[in-house]
């Protein structure tokens, strides 16, 4: 019996286009300020449709993203540093997500990079937009 690994999917003409997979060299992008001290962004997927967003975040020691509500779950894995709020917080490996509705504000003590996956763009209470809009 031949394991799932083995198996491949039957061969097909190529698909439409929007049904093709979209590659990013996300390691070419260059890294883009946002509106926040210390914070920059590379964003790899935004849907202006849904809101739903996947971005890469460079956060320098220190940096603060001000207060903000989750208004659709947010993820994140943190792939350096550390990320933290009073809830607790996710260092180098460490996942965490936000339901919609979490009213927090996130630091980075000693910097930190970190994949986030948004379903919703975030409400920012100083009235900053989010990151993909």
Do not use: C
């Amino acid at each position: 019996m031949k394991q799932a690994y083995d198996q491949r999917p039957p061969a097909r003409a190529t698909q439409p286009a929007d049904l093709q997979s979209r590659y990013v060299d996300a390691a070419a992008m260059p890294w883009q300020p946002t509106e926040f001290p210390g914070i920059d962004m590379k964003i790899l997927y935004a849907d202006a449709d849904t809101g739903m967003s996947t971005i890469l975040f460079r956060m320098a020691p220190g940096a603060v993203v001000p207060l903000h509500e989750h208004t659709a779950v947010e993820q994140t894995y943190v792939l350096s540093g550390r990320l933290v709020d009073d809830e607790g917080e996710a260092g180098e490996g460490g996942f965490v997500w936000r339901p919609g509705g979490n009213v927090h504000i996130a630091r980075a003590p000693e910097g930190a990079v970190f994949l986030s996956v948004f379903m919703k763009p975030n409400r920012f209470f100083g009235g900053a937009k989010f990151f993909t809009e």
